[in-house]
């Protein structure tokens, strides 16, 4: 029987990344397979660029730092990362709460300055840059410039809704691409805010999809024209509050209250150029790639745990990508690549990583989900095709076709005991047999 070219990388708790003997092909019945279909084009992987993890990567020795960000970013490295966040302002990481324009009433934004994330943003973007030249860049704010909002404060709230400070929060956005471009760094895109429904005490802003449509069709998108910017402009980052079933009964309907209700108007239509969902966004992605297929999808922000970093929570990371990529995305995005121990915010949120740096010892662990992220960036690269899958194991399982005509299966078993998986792979059936709560990439 034909052998094929095999690999296969399997990740447990206590094994976190291990190059296994492929099995031969045989003969027999097998309870995986490839199908003719195919699906969404990937886009890419990636992760949140934020002041906190500037500083915790700082620790590491210039040797220690460089492997980091090599494994990260370089296209012969781990991840590979293609496209990667960044804020617009502060995050709920950065080392206090700010705004690039905190001067009362400068409608013209003749005070707009990018002049501190020189000292943290843009030297870990220039890094990346370097290793990757290829890498995109996305950026959303958090908050506006206080003196925009009601009531005047970089959490809670929402952008007052008056024509001159709406002009002016368009501006916002022409000035922040500007800025980078002559700090020789692309916005390959700006997503309006993130997570809109978020009334929060760290930096935040509330729209409502009316609020989204008027401002991209009457004053993001015109500003953009008439600046000729070819940045995109993406609906995101959309985030719908927790519990979803209970913001139901309130709403009775769901994705219309945001994607439909902008990209229903065709003025406001022309401008999008893809949408970002994260968090309980979730439960309104498959509606909303069934009804505007054409558009790209993002998986803006990983789920972020509690600061424990454990294989348990890894597992539930495994699903979110599971379920993101088969409700369409083109891309997945992690949130913190690298955090101090704890990984907790500035207002006191404690969050997981996929590498945390020690200060103490000056030492970079690589948690659970930096390898669950792996299995998928290091060989599922940009260009690829989802394809389809059927049998048994379909529903723990991605495949990806890259452009090389090379095939990539991703997949976990969720058990916990050990199972078979059969592969036909086109030259026979392979019977792997799969560790408890383990994940594996298959590639041939």
């Not at 410039?145 to 970089?154: A, D, G, I, V």
């Not at 004053?219 to 402009?233: C, M, N, V």
Request: hydrophobic share 40%; proline share 5%; net charge negative.
């Amino acid at each position: 029987m034909e052998q094929a070219n095999i690999k296969w990388i399997s990740s447990t708790e206590a094994s976190s990344w291990k190059q296994m003997q492929a099995p031969a092909a045989h003969d027999g019945e097998a309870n995986l397979v490839i199908t003719t279909e195919t699906f969404q084009t990937v886009d890419g992987f990636g992760g949140c660029i934020n002041e906190l993890g500037f500083v915790a990567l700082q620790h590491l020795p210039e040797e220690d730092r460089a492997d980091v960000l090599h494994s990260l970013f370089h296209p012969e490295g781990d991840h590979k990362f293609s496209i990667c966040r960044l804020p617009i302002g502060a995050s709920d990481y950065a080392l206090e709460w700010y705004s690039l324009n905190e001067t009362d009433g400068d409608l013209a934004m003749d005070h707009f300055s990018i002049e501190r994330d020189q000292k943290h943003l843009i030297p870990y973007i220039k890094e990346a840059l370097k290793l990757n030249p290829e890498l995109k860049l996305f950026a959303s704010p958090w908050s506006p410039p206080t003196w925009m909002k009601f009531p005047k404060s970089y959490n809670y709230g929402t952008l007052r809704w008056e024509k001159d400070i709406l002009e002016a929060y368009a501006l916002y956005f022409v000035k922040f691409v500007q800025a980078y471009r002559d700090a020789g760094i692309t916005i390959h895109q700006v997503h309006i805010q993130n997570e809109v429904v978020a009334d929060q005490k760290f930096p935040s802003c509330v729209w409502t999809g009316e609020q989204l449509r008027e401002f991209i069709r009457d004053y993001l998108g015109p500003a953009f024209e008439k600046h000729g910017l070819d940045t995109e402009i993406w609906l995101g980052t959309i985030n719908a509050p927790e519990p979803w079933d209970e913001w139901l009964k309130k709403k009775a309907t769901d994705f219309d209250a945001y994607a439909n209700t902008v990209l229903s108007d065709p003025e406001a239509y022309k401008y999008v150029s893809g949408v970002g969902y994260q968090w309980a966004g979730k439960n309104a992605i498959q509606r909303t790639v069934l009804s505007y297929p054409e558009l790209r999808y993002m998986q803006t922000e990983n789920e972020c745990g509690d600061g424990e970093n454990t294989w348990f929570y890894a597992r539930y990371v495994f699903n979110l990508y599971h379920h993101y990529f088969i409700n369409g995305v083109n891309a997945y995005i992690y949130w913190n690549m690298a955090l101090e121990p704890k990984g907790r915010s500035t207002w006191g949120w404690e969050q997981n990583s996929m590498i945390t740096v020690d200060p103490t010892a000056k030492q970079a662990i690589r948690n659970p989900e930096y390898y669950v992220m792996q299995h998928f960036a290091h060989f599922v690269t940009p260009g690829s095709k989802r394809i389809g899958l059927k049998g048994p194991w379909a529903g723990s399982a991605l495949a990806f076709e890259n452009p090389d005509g090379e095939r990539v299966i991703v997949l976990t078993n969720p058990f916990a005991d050990k199972r078979i998986l059969r592969l036909l792979d086109g030259t026979g059936v392979r019977t792997f047999e799969l560790e408890p709560e383990s994940f594996h990439t298959i590639v041939f």
